[in-house]
């Protein structure tokens, strides 16, 4: 008995540990997402979902759980990601504090690095065709991110919250809950609540 159930705890860590290199090995997925500001009447939703590429504003989310990222705009940061457990949340109006914050009980964990715009950040996002390319350069820019010229861990990471992202940045995301890794290129940006910010992903598999 004590063999038989030995077999299938070291079955599972081979098959959990196969799952985590297929993710990293395997080519990622790609895809463009438009979210909009947390103001809900906003045109786009401002909650994002990586694993079926879409976008929800608060009343559309039938499982927290689905949700990695939120974006908010404020007065004095511009333009903010944040990852659901971050308790910056509270921060930008009553719906998020009332109906995120203080109403899920999931609450995805996560961080971020952002590598500020530059004509490198094309080409670095250009050749991230792997997961585990995604996890290198996030990992390597973690090691170096606070060598930066006036380091800011809001503005530059690593964070569970981002401030003041612009056109070009290469923003680098680990998700703690779903054991994944995404990069997000900032190719359009309007600001305000209600405006919004383009980011082509790619996500590991």
């Avoid at 290199?21 to 790609?30: F, G, L, Y």
Wanted: proline share 2%; aromatic share 10%.
């Amino acid at each position: 008995m004590l063999k038989k159930s030995f077999f299938c705890l070291a079955l599972v860590a081979v098959l959990s540990i196969g799952l985590v290199w297929a993710q990293k090995s395997n080519k990622v997925k790609s895809f463009i997402l438009a979210v909009g500001g947390h103001n809900q009447t906003a045109e786009y939703g401002s909650l994002i979902d990586l694993k079926n590429e879409k976008v929800y504003k608060v009343d559309e989310v039938s499982y927290p759980g689905d949700i990695d990222l939120l974006y908010a705009y404020g007065q004095t940061t511009k333009s903010n990601l944040m990852t659901p457990n971050s308790t910056s949340i509270t921060q930008f109006g009553t719906v998020y504090k009332d109906k995120v914050a203080n109403a899920w009980e999931v609450k995805n964990r996560g961080m971020m690095v952002v590598i500020k715009s530059g004509k490198k950040n094309k080409g670095l996002f250009k050749e991230l065709k792997k997961g585990d390319d995604i996890e290198r350069l996030y990992l390597e820019t973690v090691k170096t991110i606070k060598e930066e010229p006036e380091y800011n861990i809001l503005r530059n990471g690593p964070s569970r919250r981002l401030t003041e992202l612009e056109i070009g940045d290469l923003i680098l995301f680990r998700s703690q809950s779903k054991q994944l890794y995404a990069a997000g290129f900032v190719v359009g940006l309007t600001e305000g609540t209600k405006g919004m910010i383009d980011i082509d992903f790619k996500v590991t598999r």
